[in-house]
């Protein structure tokens, strides 16, 4: 008896083939859309309201968006929510590199340089102890000290890049982040003035003390023209540490990656050995230093150069804000409001903490320097 076999056109090879490469992408681009609409809402919300900025109202939106509407939260969306927080997040920090100049640390002068890194290992080492004393460690704990040390958000979103840091992590250091900085921009000026402070050592002050750009800029230029231009060079100096930072971040991952590959082979053997042994190898430097860091180097360095007209810098500024608030919105989505409730108030504590030492070690620095 002869059979024949019938075949739709989706069921030849070539065809069935090319569905199976095309619907990861279209699911990538079901996510990426959702992402894509909150980040459409962001980003205006955080010009009309630049104290707030782009960003925070992305996580924000993206919390409550996934709290309305459960089903955003599916794994059906999960591929566009994972590009967005990944590729996204470090393709901002290239882009916001063009923002940085060398020129402009060089004029900041060795005077204060002094009480930058003292304020950093203040808050680094802050972090580092009461941490361990509160009992938030881990992502949490980096996260928070890293954008207490350097530059809020943007140091946020380069350490999560280079360590791969739990969601719960990220919208809790941003929530610490972004109420130190209202704090900050409501009670600096009249301190500074309280403290017959001059705009030299206010600008020093409110660049060293104060995290996010914006949260300084408002600072600075509401005590005076002179305090507002030194805190933004201070600041944007500040924001080079997170070369040595990340790359001190990636390659303690790395460590941490090995030391538990080498207790797996003390309690195991044969097929134990095997998942292992690639972890064991030698790390090309890719591992090392993260592709994103080289190019927020190289992105600084074209800055300096002059290869960046300055008529470029507020497009390049805009389109870094928006690829950060569409991967901080990516976060939202995805995050449990659970993982949130689970952490309680300690980061938040540990936040008010390193933000209080450094603001108060800043000042104490300079009365020396």
């Known amino acids: ?52 900025g782009g960003p925070v109202f992305g996580i924000l939106l993206g919390v409550i968006a996934g709290s309305v509407i459960p089903a955003l939260r599916s794994d059906v969306w999960r591929p566009g929510y994972d590009f967005a927080s990944k590729t996204l997040l470090q393709l901002s920090i290239v882009v916001l590199g063009t923002g940085l100049s060398l020129q402009q640390v060089a004029r900041v002068g060795v005077s204060s340089l002094p009480v930058m890194l003292g304020t950093l290992a203040l808050a680094l080492g802050g972090a580092w102890v009461f941490g361990r004393l509160l009992g938030v460690r881990g992502d949490t704990q980096t996260l928070i000290g890293v954008g207490t040390a350097i530059c809020g958000g943007s140091a946020i979103a380069a350490a999560t890049a280079a360590i791969g840091a739990k969601r719960s992590s990220v919208a809790y250091a941003l929530a610490t982040i972004f109420t130190f900085n209202i ?60 070369i040595p930072i990340v790359l001190t971040l990636a390659a303690l991952k790395i460590r941490r990656e090995n030391r538990a590959a080498r207790a797996l082979d003390a309690v195991g053997e044969g097929s134990y050995k095997g998942a292992t042994a690639s972890i064991r190898q030698p790390l090309p430097w890719r591992k090392l230093v993260p592709l994103f ?55 938040l504590l540990l936040g008010a903490i390193l933000w209080a030492l450094v603001a108060v070690g800043s000042l104490v620095l300079q009365s020396f320097s």
């Open 183 to 242: 704090v900050a921009v409501l009670t600096f000026p009249p301190l500074g003035h309280l403290l017959g402070l001059s705009s030299e050592a206010f600008g020093l002050w409110a660049g060293t003390a104060v995290n996010d750009t914006s949260s300084v800029v408002a600072a600075g230029y509401a005590y005076s023209q002179a305090a507002g231009d030194q805190a933004i060079v201070v600041k944007l100096t500040r924001s080079l540490t997170l």
């Open 293 to 347: 860091l080289i190019g927020f180097v190289a992105a600084a360095g074209l800055r300096s150069a002059g290869a960046v007209p300055e008529s470029w810098l507020p497009t390049l500024t805009v389109i870094g804000t928006c690829l950060i608030t569409a991967a901080l919105a990516a976060i939202g989505l995805s995050l449990r409001p659970r993982e949130l409730r689970d952490a309680g108030p300690r980061p």
């Open 1 to 52: 008896m002869v059979q024949f076999e019938v075949r739709t056109p989706d069921s030849h090879p070539a065809v069935a083939t090319a569905h199976r490469r095309l619907d990861p992408v279209v699911r990538r681009l079901r996510g990426l859309g959702i992402v894509l609409l909150v980040t459409a809402v962001a980003v205006p919300l955080g010009r009309l309201v630049p104290l707030v």
